[in-house]
Every structure is written in structure tokens, then in C-alpha cells.
T-cell receptor, first 112, second 113 residues
């Protein structure tokens, strides 16, 4: 099971782009990279998932280099409501009984 | 669709008491999970189920039992509550694999005195 490493916290300001990088040096061939967002007093919410190169949805972009040993979640033009904890998970998507490991995540604080 | 619901939302127990937390999902998902989250910590997996009638241990299973008698329900039991089990408990479900999108419930805040 691939271990992930993320910064514990980050600060930003409204309107800026925020990039959170996750390191996963021992990612396996079949592993996908998934990001979740958690607001205080709520359960985590799925943001985005990818396997390689770039994935974009209405909320964020996920950049994965060719060696897949890291990934970067990009949040364009953040607002105060993007203040949350962001978790990076790595694991195989098809079947199996892998235990998802959320870790402590990255606490993002967006300032006015 | 209600998604994932949890009952109760809050509970206070005395040491040694027992209780059951109920999780229900209406998305016909195969996989269901119970996590706990302590202050400043990420989520830790307690038990999970890959289908009706099956359960498996996660990272921190001691002191908890689970049952999945119906596909839509996943029960978490505390037979003899301890103060160390004071936490926020989240239930989640996913269509199949653990790494497909998980849908989380609103959480249950449990305090053991």
C-alpha cells in the first residue's frame, strides 16, 4: 500500500491559486490517486481522481507527472469557503480489500 | 436519495455502557466503512465490509464489532465503552473498490465519560 506525504498546513489568500503536492514514491502500477476535501464537522467529500497526466473537473485540477511519484491538486482562485482539510489517497481502483489511509491531510486556510 | 445517513448524531455514554451506531445507504453500494476521527487527526478505518454478510478489520478494530446483515445497513457496536472511544464516527460507502469514490455520512459525535 503506497504511503503518501503531504504538507501539514498551507495558507493562501482569496483569489489566489493553491497547489497542494502529495508525495507517493512507492505507487504501484494499478494505483489511482484520489483527493478528498473535509470541512469542519462534516465527512470528507470526493474532489478528484486521476491515474496520469492531468485531470480537470469543475472544482479542481490534478497534475500527475510521468513517473507518478507525486501529484498536485490545484485549486484555482480560492475563496474563504475553500478553507478545509485536503487528503491524498493512493490505491488500486478495481476490487481488492485495500485499507484506505487518509492520514492527517493538509489544512488549508484561506485569508481575506 | 438520502445518500448515507447515520443514527444518532450525538450520544453521551458512561464507561462500560454499550451502544450501536447505525449507518444506512440508499445507493446500492457494495462497500461500507466505519472510521473514527480524533482532534487534529485524519480518519482511521475501524472496520469495513465488501458486501452483505461480510466484514473485515481495519486499522483500529479493538473494542468495536460490526455487522452487515442487509446490504444497505452497516452497524457499529461498542460492547463496553471506554473514554478512549470518545471520537467522531463517520460511516461511508462506495460502489465497489475502496478507492472508488466514497460517500460519507454526517458523522456521530460520541462522548464516553
Amino acid at each position: 500500500l503506497a504511503k503518501t506525504t503531504q504538507p501539514i498546513s498551507m495558507d493562501s489568500y482569496e483569489g489566489q491559486e493553491v497547489n497542494i503536492t502529495c508525495s507517493h514514491n512507492n505507487i504501484a502500477t494499478n494505483d489511482y490517486i484520489t483527493w478528498y476535501q473535509q470541512f469542519p464537522s462534516q465527512g470528507p467529500r470526493f474532489i478528484i481522481q486521476g491515474y496520469k497526466t492531468k485531470v480537470t473537473n469543475e472544482v479542481a485540477s490534478l497534475f500527475i507527472p510521468a513517473d507518478r511519484k507525486s501529484s498536485t491538486l490545484s485549486l484555482p482562485r480560492v475563496s474563504l469557503s475553500d478553507t478545509a482539510v485536503y487528503y491524498c489517497l493512493v490505491g488500486e481502483r478495481t476490487g481488492g480489500s485495500y485499507i484506505p489511509t487518509f492520514g492527517r491531510g493538509t489544512s488549508l486556510i484561506v485569508h481575506p | 436519495n438520502a445518500g448515507v445517513t447515520q443514527t444518532p448524531k450525538f450520544r453521551v455514554l458512561k464507561t462500560g455502557q454499550s451502544m450501536t451506531l447505525l449507518c444506512a445507504q440508499d445507493m446500492n453500494h457494495e462497500y461500507m466503512y466505519w472510521y473514527r476521527q480524533d482532534p487534529g487527526m485524519g480518519l482511521r478505518l475501524i472496520h469495513y465490509s465488501v458486501g452483505e454478510g461480510t466484514t473485515a478489520k481495519g486499522e483500529v478494530p479493538d473494542g468495536y464489532n460490526v455487522s452487515r446483515l442487509k446490504k444497505q445497513n452497516f452497524l457499529l457496536g461498542l460492547e463496553s465503552a471506554a473514554p478512549s472511544q470518545t471520537s467522531v464516527y463517520f460511516c461511508a460507502s462506495s460502489r465497489d473498490s475502496s478507492y472508488n469514490e466514497q460517500f460519507f455520512g454526517p458523522g456521530t459525535r460520541l462522548t464516553v465519560l
